[in-house]
């Protein structure tokens, strides 16, 4: 069992008190590089994550001003930081990342409260300077309700920062469900949280059986919003399940990010920025790219700089010093990037990087070598499919319409990079790439200051940003006589 002194107890957090599952189940939290017991969490269900919505319900009727919810923000920035040796740990430990990238995420979280602090001024009442039927119009932004925040294990802090922060500007009370995969992380902020003076139910904690705790959540009245982040296939399951109360979501869903490098860019600073964006968390997120489209002219010249510096990364368990990249989450998110590689070579594909030796042993250490491949054609799983892992999948285009229509070729639309020196076919080919987010010469993610989220089948709503703090208002237009 892992000892912290941001964990005291492996439970949730319902209504302002730690709380076990009412059957007193737990579930095993692992370390996927080594597969040593973390800990074990309460195995939550209907009834507990019913209370956990009446809390918030309660919590909604008496709103903490816009002064409270500022100095809350800043608060918990300022505790992430402080603790960030800490966190960085946990997070890591259960989710595998380096530890330079676990103590990063904490930072990254901390900006997403520290932004949402520093601009609760976009979520004034605004009055209107024109005078429709001759009355004073206001329009305000009201708490949207009971907020639910689902996430996955790839960012285990970071990924309920984006949503939290913004629900706690918007005054709108939270029930957070992490991963099963990644609880403890969620736990050290409960803690951190635990110490401010919120009122009871305004934040809540529920962890255990997604099946059974996503069903109260879409079926309750209370739960106006519900924030995804995780696959397609459960988000289509959300948007069914939101029909009968009518809710308003947010999905962040799967991606399939074009990396296109045109013949006329500086080949060593693409070269840098695809290492710096394919391998974070070990190719396993959402802005991840996963084709490498490759102008015909440098694809020889390129691949082969890739193929030197991934040769050069090391694989290991995320605590050890000098580790570029962790093991992935589990034997499926592992099968996953094999089924991919096999079915790429068979079907011709080249591997520049050597052979992929075979997984031993059981579930943990599912240490996957960084793996280069040219030759890839659009029909390949690993180019229809998000790989979630580290497999650098390399096609060749010609021509600019080429390289447009075969980025645009998937029902994926979050992350894609272009990099040509040429601003005009920049600006041609980002105003024409249907992708949410497009680094211009660099492979940067997401920032607390921006708007991100995805077209087409990654999704809809965006996070970060003042967009990101909109997701959970209702906007009142009051006219007045
Ligand atoms: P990933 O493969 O990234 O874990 P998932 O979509 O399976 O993606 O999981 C993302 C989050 O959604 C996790 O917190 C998971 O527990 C939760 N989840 C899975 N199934 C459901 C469901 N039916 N209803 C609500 N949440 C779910």
Redesign the pocket.
């Known amino acids: 069992m892992y000892q912290s002194e941001l964990i005291p107890a492996m439970k949730g957090y319902i209504a302002g008190q730690w709380v076990s599952a009412d059957s007193g189940r737990t579930m095993n939290v692992h370390n996927p590089a080594t597969g040593d017991l973390l800990g074990a969490v309460p195995m939550m269900e209907a009834a507990e994550t019913t209370r956990a919505v009446e809390a918030a319900e309660g919590a909604l009727a008496e709103a903490p001003s816009a002064e409270q919810r500022k100095a809350w923000l800043m608060a918990i920035a300022k505790a992430l930081r402080d603790n960030a040796f800490e966190l960085g740990r946990i997070v890591t430990l259960e989710n595998g990342k380096p530890l330079a990238q676990g103590e990063g995420e904490a930072a990254y979280a901390a900006g997403f409260f520290e932004y949402a602090g520093q601009n609760m001024d976009v979520l004034k009442p605004r009055r209107l300077d024109e005078r429709p039927n001759d009355h004073t119009w206001t329009v305000h932004f009201r708490p949207a309700g009971v907020v639910a925040l689902?996430?996955?294990?790839?960012f285990p802090l970071a990924m309920v920062a984006k949503k939290l922060a913004a629900s706690i500007a918007a005054g709108a009370p939270a029930v957070v469900?992490?991963?099963?995969?990644t609880p403890l992380s969620m736990i050290a902020l409960f803690r951190l949280m635990d110490r401010l003076d919120m009122p009871p139910g305004f934040v809540n904690l529920v962890i255990g059986e997604?099946?059974e705790?996503?069903?109260v959540?879409?079926e309750h009245e209370a739960v106006r919003v519900v924030s995804?982040?995780?696959?397609?296939?459960?988000?289509r399951?959300?948007i069914t399940?939101s029909a009968p109360s009518v809710k308003r979501l947010s999905l962040e869903?799967g991606g399939n990010a074009p990396f296109l490098v045109f013949d006329d860019c500086d080949i060593a600073a693409a070269t840098d920025h695809l290492m710096k964006n394919k391998f974070r968390a070990g190719g396993q997120t959402c802005v991840c790219t996963n084709r490498v489209l490759v102008q015909k002219g440098v694809v020889d010249r390129f691949a082969a700089a890739v193929a030197e510096k991934v040769l050069a990364l090391k694989v290991g368990n995320g605590m050890e010093e000098g580790v570029d990249i962790g093991p992935l989450?589990d034997r499926a998110?592992h099968d996953k990037v094999r089924r991919h590689l096999e079915d790429a070579l068979k079907k011709g594909a080249v591997s520049l990087t050597g052979d992929v030796p075979a997984p031993e042993g059981p579930n943990w250490g599912q240490f996957f070598k960084p793996t280069v491949l040219r030759g890839v054609t659009p029909e390949m799983a690993c180019a229809r499919e998000e790989t979630?892992g580290p497999l650098v999948a390399i096609q060749e285009f010609d021509t600019e319409e080429d390289a447009i229509r075969l980025a645009n070729g998937t029902e994926y639309g979050l992350a894609a990079y272009v990099f040509t020196k040429d601003a005009d076919r920049a600006c041609r080919v980002i105003r024409n790439l249907r992708f949410g987010h497009v680094g211009w010469n660099t492979g940067s993610g997401p920032a607390p200051q921006a708007p991100f989220g995805g077209m087409k089948q990654s999704g809809f709503g965006r996070e970060g940003g003042p967009e990101g703090m909109m997701e959970f208002v209702e906007i009142q237009t009051v006219p007045m006589a």
Request: aromatic letters at 10%; hydrophobic letters at 40%.
């Open positions: 689902i996430t996955p294990w790839n469900k992490p991963s099963e995969k997604p099946k705790i996503g069903r959540l879409m995804f982040t995780g696959s397609t296939a459960v988000g399951h959300l399940a869903l989450i998110g979630f």
